[in-house]
């Protein structure tokens, strides 16, 4: 309790209060004996014998023994009692400063590091230690640790840019490298500009289209611009129109597509967000697992509405499929590269769950292969 700013302070306002009364209450008394202490010792022996019978028979405020104290010259220690009580004063004074100037040492330093250490964070530093003080106030303490955890996330945060940068950059760099040598190569005659090479560029700049898409779905998923269009929707029918879209896929593929559904569920959804994360899932399951079967079944859960993914193939790249949910993070880099891959779906799957109040669960299949579960909440109040 001693180490709150607050009790210190208080504390030590009581104490040189509580000072200056004890100075204020017996000091004056003090000299005052140390006066006539030290004036009974100036006096002959024979003087101080009868000082102190005059003191004794008629008390020492009487006018016979201030007359006889002022004739053997007392006055001169008055001025030595004046002069000792303002020195006393000022010693007082002092201590009293003293104290308060430690304690505000104490507050000050560790806040002047922390000055120093925010000027740092500012400039773009975030390696800046800044240790807990070992004695001094909670507050002061706990501010510290405060800024401590402060500069940890935005650290975090700077390498989770970098990191995000690097991966859009990646990204970016294929199409556009493509992009450039087929230009480059058309302005040199080494290509003819015919359909061929124009369906080529612009495979190329669909490409970089559904990036810039993913990431803005992303981004607005993580801020105040992701919103839903809620209605009342058929999971059944919209897992239905994954199925028919993606059916050139899964035949090139040879995937045998299919769904079971135990009884028709209506959820309050926005359709379109739906059904571009059921198709993230299963266009994932059709390219890149390996499958022969992939299967969607819709269930009906209470309040809530899973539609699970599940595919016959490899099973999933990593050893914790919940770190596929990451943007940018794959397991297979080659396979990434041949499909085009962003490295988004899975991140915007997750995003679209969270919106409709549920959630994302990637594990193994009971039979070997991946499963994928997307849990939906069928009314969002």
Known sequence: MMNSLRMQIACLA???????????????DVLYWLRDYLFMA???????????KLTEAYGSCSGIVRSFESQHGIERWNLNYHAALTTVIVATALI?????????????????????????????????ALLPPRSGPREVGDLIGDFALMTESLAAADRDLRLRSNGIAHELRTPLAVIRARLMGAKDK?????????????????????????????????GIGFSLERAPTSVDDVVDAVI???????????????????GRVIADADPARLERAISNLVENAIQHAGATRVTITVEDVGDQCRIIVVDDGRGWPVSDPEALKEPFVTGDSATRERSKRTGLGLAIVQAIARAHHGSLVLDDAAGGGARATLTIAKSIN
């Open 14 to 28: 009581i104490a040189i209060s509580v000072a200056a009364a004890l100075i204020a209450a017996f000091v004056p």
């Open 190 to 222: 080494v290509f003819v500009a015919d359909g061929v090479f124009f369906d080529s560029l612009l495979g190329q700049v669909s490409q970089i289209e559904r990036l810039a898409s993913d990431l803005s779905m992303l981004c607005d998923s993580q």
């Open 244 to 262: 028919h879209c993606l059916e050139p896929m899964a035949e090139e593929h040879r995937v045998d597509l299919t769904r079971q559904s135990r």
């Open 42 to 52: 100036s006096l002959p022996a024979q003087e101080q014998e009868t000082l102190r």
């Open 96 to 128: 009293g400063g003293a104290l308060a100037f430690k304690l505000a040492g104490g507050i000050a330093a560790p806040i002047i590091g922390l000055s120093r250490a925010v000027r740092a964070i500012a400039g773009g530093s975030r390696d800046t």
